[in-house]
């Protein structure tokens, strides 16, 4: 075994000698570093063999020179010394730079020839390229100059660009003139799109192409295609080809697509577990049919139960104009919630069409609501048949879940009347927006407002309000509203009195105004703290009463949202306490 352990030794020794550098570089110092880490560069690795340092030594000036010329050094003076003597066989080398003035540029001519001469991509690219008169000539910046006039040719279907003229000429006075001329030649369109394997009706697939036979060639549109194809769930593979081999091109600069498609699983089922202050406990399953048939109907089931908010909910889409972007929807909803002191039972059932462009939703409804609820004891019931609209917008910069910057706003007017067999005539309103705003690095800010209003029948006193269910009614309070008060809490009191008792019970308003600024202040990239104040209130007509509630908080920013504890403080009730609120979600 010993001897066994000698051999592996003396072996392992005479490789790591056999691998062993035999020549040392010492560079001048004082040089940029860009300039030094270039010319290790061109250099190379250091020889190992007694061939490969011959072959080093031999080229070792030139690379250094070709190195300081790529970076417009180009009357700099080399000298290469060479010390063979010493220890070990490795041979010493001094490489002695002066740099001298570097080249700089004279004149850049960019000349742009054939159709893309007349392509504002390329005008736009003409008048901002990244070299300028009396910039230090870069090879690097040059070849990538070209790179990209190249790339912007082949993303926009200008398959056979080439550079008639690409030339650097360097002047006895040390400038440089560029001469750059490329040759578009003609930009080919889009041909027919073809598709294999497609189980889905051809209709429907054909309204999610963003581009039609004969329009010019751009790589953007295909990843818009590949994007709403993968949007619709419908397949689990999307492979999309170009047709551009020599054949194919020479017909009249067209381009056939080819479209690849796996059909993906038909059923998907997901169970989830959460916590929320205002809801407590919850667990969730849902159960979602992408394609429910060929027509490209889509059904998504979902079940969440907690003790304070049990729901269920059924939708069924039916796309129209484009599968994506407008959709007929049914939906049927389950809810059992606490208003204040209100317990309200109601299922609605809703026919929609939503539509949807960017950023931007809106939908036009019609629904019935069937509502039941207690009150002290005292149970009410009441139909609805509504006609509602809504407008929803989004903008924001950097990461769905933690934003840079972002503004969202959204809008909803719904109404009914006794005519239609509901139980009383109302208007309802209600908007909210949300803002975050970058003020520093580290520094952010969130504000957020809703405003609510119902006008009922010819006034909107306390009687008429008795006939409108909880679920239309504003109550305030919570994670979502003012924290430091329990979810939907606050609002006017009706007095009841039961066995000679007088109550004071929370039944909720025909108006609502809500604001929140939230300071926030990130420790780490994952981990903020949070100052925040929220006031608002829920009442009818005049009668309001102001609410106020502050508190700090810490938030965690995890791959799925933003994991948030805050601790609201009353500063508006005579006997307040703190209030925990733990939340989880986006904030847009």
């Known amino acids: 075994m010993s001897r066994f ?28 570093d860009d300039i030094t880490s270039n010319i290790k560069s061109y250099l190379g690795d250091l020889p190992t063999s007694e061939l490969s340092r011959i072959s080093f030594l031999h080229s070792a000036k030139d690379n250094t020179i070709k190195a300081l010329q790529a970076l417009g050094y180009y009357q700099s003076h080399v000298e290469l010394n060479i010390d063979k003597e010493q220890k070990n066989d490795i041979w010493k080398v001094d490489l ?3 740099l001298n003035p570097p080249t ?47 790339a912007i040719g082949l ?15 360097i002047t006895p006075e040390n400038l440089a003139n560029i001469s750059l001329a490329y040759n578009s030649g003609a930009r080919y369109t889009f041909g027919d799109v073809s598709f294999i394997n497609n189980t889905v009706n051809q209709n429907v697939i054909d309204k999610l192409i963003p581009f039609e036979s004969g329009d010019n060639y751009q790589l953007s549109q295909l990843q818009t295609l590949q994007n709403n194809l993968e949007r619709t769930q419908y397949f689990s593979n999307i492979v999309i080809v170009p047709q551009k081999n020599a054949e194919l091109l020479s017909n009249n600069h067209v381009v056939p697509i080819q479209v690849s498609l796996e059909k993906a699983k038909r059923h998907y089922f997901d169970v989830g577990l959460g916590y929320a202050t205002d809801t407590k406990f919850r667990i969730s399953a849902g159960w979602k049919t992408p394609l429910v048939n060929k027509y490209g109907h889509r059904q998504e089931t979902r079940i969440k139960y907690s003790k304070v908010n049990p729901t269920g909910k059924f939708t069924y889409s039916i796309p129209i104009n484009n599968s994506l972007s407008d959709v007929i929807q049914f939906k049927l909803l389950l809810e059992n919630d606490d208003y204040g002191d209100l317990t309200s039972n109601y299922w609605s ?17 019609i629904r019935f609501l069937h509502e039941e609820w207690e009150l002290n004891s005292l149970e009410d019931t009441a139909d609805y048949f509504l006609l509602g609209y809504s407008w929803s917008h989004t903008e924001r910069v950097g990461s769905l879940i933690d934003p840079i910057e972002g503004f969202s706003q959204f809008y909803n007017i719904e109404g009914t009347h ?4 509901s139980k009383t005539s109302f208007l309802k309103f209600n908007a909210h927006w949300r803002n975050i705003t970058t003020l520093a690095p580290r520094h952010r800010l969130v504000t957020r407002a809703e405003l609510g209003y119902t006008y009922i029948g010819d006034s909107v006193g306390d009687l008429n309000i008795r006939d409108l269910s909880p679920s239309l009614r504003f109550f305030t309070g919570g994670d979502q509203s003012i924290r430091g008060f329990n979810y939907q809490s606050v609002g006017p009191v009706q007095t009841t009195i039961v066995d000679n008792t007088s109550n004071e019970l929370v039944v909720g308003g025909t108006r609502l105004i809500v604001g929140s600024i939230e300071y926030q202040y990130y420790f780490t990239d994952n981990i903020r703290g949070a100052i925040f104040f929220d006031a608002g209130s829920s009442f009818n007509q005049n009668k309001i009463t102001k609410n106020y509630a502050i508190g700090p908080g810490i938030h965690y920013i995890s791959p799925i949202g933003a994991i948030k504890l805050d601790v609201g403080y009353s500063i508006s009730e005579e006997s307040p306490s703190w209030r925990i609120h733990l939340n989880l979600g986006a904030e847009l």
């Open 5 to 32: 352990l000698l051999v592996f030794c003396l072996s392992i020794l005479m490789l790591s000698n056999a691998i062993a550098k035999n020549v040392q570089v010492n560079i001048t110092e004082g040089l940029p």
């Open 96 to 98: 002695d730079i002066v």
């Open 104 to 150: 700089k540029i004279n004149n850049i001519e960019l000349k742009i020839i054939n159709d893309a001469s007349n392509d504002d991509v390329f005008t736009r690219f003409s008048n901002n390229i990244p070299i300028k008169k009396n910039d230090i000539l870069n090879h690097g910046t040059y070849e990538k100059l070209k790179a990209d006039l190249m």
């Open 155 to 169: 993303e926009r279907g200008y398959f056979d660009g080439k550079f008639d003229v690409a030339k650097i000429a």
């Open 349 to 365: 059932s809703r026919i929609s069409k939503k539509t949807t462009t960017n950023n931007l939703n809106t939908e036009a409804y």
């Open 418 to 421: 006794t005519a239609i067999s």
